[in-house]
């Protein structure tokens, strides 16, 4: 399916590629790990955020141990740029909200794969943009 496929450069333009130094599932304490994320991609964020019809966000995480669970990662990450999210956390870095919302309407694809019983807590971010 070419809709799904991230590196297709006629349709998608990624906007940011970053490795933080955690592999946050969500629940417990997530607004410290929403900021833990914005504050790891906040130097590499570019400054200028170009036009795009939606989102997509593409997660490979590596986390120590056996026993979490994938899905409840992209909450976070998602979260974490939402400009709606942001605001409410009182982040202090407002300028890595990317949309408005965390909704369908904003972000229409998050992939995530992920490795267990790694030697490091990771997650790749890689956000792409759908062309207008």
């Known amino acids: 399916?070419?809709?799904w496929t991230l590196d297709d450069t006629d349709s998608y333009f990624k906007f940011l590629c970053a490795k933080i130094p955690y592999?946050?599932?969500?629940?417990?304490?997530?607004?410290?790990?929403?900021?833990?994320?914005?504050?790891a991609v906040?130097?590499?964020?570019?400054?200028?955020?170009?036009?795009?019809r939606w989102w997509a966000l593409r997660l490979y995480t590596r986390k120590r141990g056996d026993?979490?669970?994938i899905e409840n990662i992209p909450k976070l990450v998602v979260d974490a740029f939402s400009k709606d999210q942001?605001?409410?956390?009182r982040s202090a870095y407002p300028e890595v909200g990317l949309f408005?919302?965390?909704?369908?309407?904003?972000?229409?694809?998050v992939q995530v794969a992920g490795e267990p019983?790694?030697?490091?807590d990771s997650t790749i971010v890689e956000i792409f943009g759908a062309k207008p």
């Not at 965390?102 to 229409?108: E, G, L, M």
């Open 1 to 3: 399916m070419k809709a």
């Open 23 to 39: 592999a946050h599932t969500w629940g417990g304490s997530d607004r410290e790990k929403r900021e833990e994320i914005r504050r």
């Open 42 to 52: 906040a130097p590499s964020f570019p400054l200028n955020i170009p036009p795009a």
């Open 67 to 69: 026993d979490w669970d």
């Open 86 to 89: 942001i605001g409410k956390d």
């Open 100 to 109: 408005a919302y965390d909704t369908i309407d904003y972000v229409r694809i």
């Open 117 to 120: 019983r790694s030697d490091e």
